[in-house]
């Protein structure tokens, strides 16, 4: 029904750059708010970026300006591409899929990809 594969995490340097990607197998990807979301060890789940049908975007402040949310419909597929990397940033990095006005936690969820960054 639906599956959603993060992949491109792993261990950079500060101040480098990863790309991660969302492999969405989602019914009207089209239609879908996509999102990053990211936890951290002992925090909570936090918006990262997401990516409206129309390409909206919204990115939490801490990223702003290094992070971009990107889609590609007819791959059904979601980037992040991060950059200016810093230790703040370490987390497990989940893809969602969202009907749009809906709540994220109303949506489907990766299992997550790790990106660690190292001072």
């Known amino acids: 029904q639906v599956q959603l594969v993060e992949s491109g995490g792993g261990l950079v340097q500060s101040g480098g750059s990863l790309r991660l990607s969302c492999a969405a197998s989602?019914?009207?990807?089209?239609?879908?708010?996509m999102g990053w979301y990211r936890q951290a060890s002992g925090k909570l789940r936090e918006l990262v970026a997401d990516i409206t049908p129309g390409g909206s975007t919204t990115y939490a402040n801490s990223v702003k300006g290094r992070f971009t949310i990107s889609r590609d419909d007819a791959k059904k597929m979601v980037y992040l591409h991060m950059t200016r990397l810093n230790p703040d940033v370490t987390a497990v990095y989940f893809c969602?899929?969202?009907?749009?006005?809906?709540?994220?936690?109303?949506?489907?969820w990766g299992e997550g990809t790790q990106v660690s960054v190292s001072s």
């Open positions: 969602n899929s969202r009907v749009v006005l809906r709540a994220p936690a109303s949506g489907s």
């Open positions: 989602v019914a009207n990807f089209r239609n879908k708010v």
